[in-house]
């Protein structure tokens, strides 16, 4: 699989024009970089200031520029498609220049595709779209790569083998999607220096969906982020997309009958400017510090739960992995957003009203008769039918009680916890003041955060055992225990009994090193305020 990825620069040389006039051709170049997105430097261009017709045959020349839905060109011999297309500089040569074409004019634009003419941006012309997503090889647990090694009596005659097979991809129906977790690999190949030679293989996995209905762009590509989404959950930390494409059918006339191409949809490679930078050749995490990976969800099983999930519980999964990719910013939106990501995650879940309906509706007449006529619209206002659902400190307790014993070892005393993340959200949203140190409020976000995370990964079917092992292994959640047990409930138990035990291994030489447990890994200095 050739890939067009978004972690480097590149540039494209042609001619662009714009949809309504096809026939006035401009030469410039596009280029993209991760860092700046998609530029188009044009010699020459279009009128970009926005007019009005002023009195006696005037023109108002106003301050506004003029933006463009789609930009068409051809670059490098290809067909192009830039939306979202604004004015970043423009250069003009004289006063006449205000009403006429700059001499130069560089745009920017939101998403380019590379390899189609699009008539209409909305147009639903798709019918599939891929991805190569950070993480998602390791994620997947599988491996076409297989190492022998063979040890001999002589040091010198160590020798193995290296096996590569191409593995069957993973299919599944969710509805009118199939979804399709492929394999690809590379032949081997040689890099020769003056003093080795160095071979190599590569594989990775790619997630591709399909439908036969053709959709639009923005239908596929929520499904592409989705599944970016979906690597930050099991990770934990900020993934992005390396590349991603869509897919328009084939027409029978665009090949010569026989081709091997006949049949297959055109791809279409997209450009675009991301939140998540990717990083491909990073170092990979340790498989431990995965909170979610093929082993403990089968794909068939996971991906049409993911699939439901993202809509039902889509803002808490958006505030809590927006967590995870912006990390900066002050800690008292830290603390709102991971609070209300809980308790929206809750309201997801329809939990049954503290009070059954009837009876509400019987106390809520009785109060109202109680009071002065003057006083009835305030009081009525506030006892409607949305307010007989659990406090916010009953949801959150609600959350820790579904995650059994792991949402146990993550707030170490649920009560606790609660108590704390109501008090700091109420002081901050309805008080404007925040009563405690900074500390304290990182606390409660890391914390409150952990909870919305197991409550996530519970409703994907992931074992009680593998959340309990998660908050016990993953440097992130680890470090949120340690943060409810010692700044939350202010119990310094165990740091205590290892601070003791390694003072007794510095008295015993022959006793060997006490290692801190995984709980202690990963302890990151609070939030500062921006």
Known sequence: MTESPLNEARDWTGEWWLPDDPNTKVPGVLSFSPDEGLRLRLIGGWDYQVTHPGENGSTIVTDELKQWQMVLGTGDGEAMTLLGVGVVTARSHGFGGLFGPPAKLELRAGIGLVGVYMDDPDEAAFVAASAHVEDLTVWSRRSGIEETHHWGSDPDSVSGEIRLSRLSPLSVEAGPLTVKLSHYSWQPYSELSRSRTLTRVQESQVIRFEREEPQPLEYWTELLDGMADLMSLSTLRACGIVSMRVYFPSKPDDWPEGHPMQGHPHKVDIYRIRVVKPKPNDKALDLRNYVLTLDDVPFEQLLPRWLEMRDTFAAARSMILGLRYVRTGYIETRVVT?????????????????????????????????????????????????????????????????????????????????KAAKDARNNLAHVGTAENDLEHLHAVAEVTAGVVVLNLLHELGVPQDRLRKAVEENPVLSHAARLAREVLCDDHSITMRIAILNATVVDDKSLPPTETPAVDEAREPPAQRS
């Open 338 to 418: 991971a609070v209300a990501a809980a308790e929206s995650m809750h309201r997801a879940l329809e939990p049954a009203p503290p009070i059954p309906p009837d009876e509400f509706k019987r106390i809520r007449k009785t109060i109202l008769e109680a009071v002065p006529p003057e006083r009835k619209t305030w009081l009525a206002d506030r006892l409607n039918e949305h307010s007989n659902v659990p406090t916010l400190k009953e949801r959150l307790l609600q959350l820790v009680e579904r995650v059994g014993v792991a949402g146990q070892r993550l707030v170490h005393d649920p009560a606790v916890w609660a």
